[in-house]
């Protein structure tokens, strides 16, 4: 089975510009997690969403956001950059809504740099 | 608040010899309890979890973790390091009925050869 895919992998931008990360989940699974991965801040969870629903969110601002298509592919939205959101985005799947104790499985990581 | 510690910046260990990376949590009711790793420019890959039952838990690459209820503690262990283990070691707890993983600021384990 192919592991979980993240879209683009390095991505540079510039301060206000907007930005769309992609995630695939592994085939079967239903559940996509979004993570921010700093030095500082370690891993702070974004959001999650099961079958094309936001399910939870973490503790952001309206600038970021995301979807889920009916496939279960995932899409993350950044608007309005800034500085610190330069960070490694994790996003991250698992075959139900987390709640059974379902082991979450990382893609790579799509790495933001906002200058 | 809920929260999960890694009270260990950075362990360091000879090889060949049993390591130790530390996680302790603060979450209501009886949590899932999962390790993972992260090398270097790749995303986190799972080592082991705990959901119920026995608590000395076996997961990948030789590793295992012991649950204490008592001191709501999930140590993460090896019997015999390897250089090719450093890496850096995030614990994780899942509240039974949650949606939200709250993560640990992550262990960098160093094996010297």
């Known amino acids: 089975k192919a592991g979980v895919t993240q879209t683009p992998r390095y991505l540079i931008k510039t301060r206000g510009q907007q930005v769309t990360l992609s995630c695939s989940p592994i085939s079967g699974h239903r559940s996509v997690s979004w993570y921010q991965q700093t030095p500082g801040q370690g891993l702070q969870f974004l959001f999650e969403y099961f079958s094309e629903t936001q399910r939870n969110k973490g503790n952001f601002p309206g600038r970021f956001s995301g979807r889920q298509f009916s496939n279960s592919r995932s899409e993350m939205n950044v608007s309005t950059l800034e500085l610190g959101d330069s960070a490694l985005y994790l996003c991250a799947s698992s075959t139900t809504s987390g709640r059974t104790g379902e082991t979450q499985y990382f893609g790579p990581g799509t790495r933001l740099l906002v200058l | 608040a809920q929260s999960v510690a890694q009270p260990e910046d950075q362990v360091n260990v000879a090889e060949g010899n049993p390591l130790t990376v530390k996680c302790t949590y603060s979450?209501?009711?009886?949590?899932?309890l999962f390790w993972y790793v992260q090398y270097p420019n790749r995303g986190l890959q799972f080592l082991l979890k705990y959901i119920t039952g026995d608590n000395l838990v076996k997961g990948s690459y030789g590793f295992e973790a012991e649950f204490n209820k008592s001191q709501t503690s999930f140590h993460l262990k090896k019997p015999s390091a390897l250089v090719s283990d450093s890496a850096l070691y995030f614990c994780a707890v899942t509240p039974r009925g949650g949606f939200k993983t709250i993560f640990g600021a992550g262990t960098r384990l160093f094996v010297k050869a």
């Open positions: 979450v209501s009711g009886n949590p899932y």
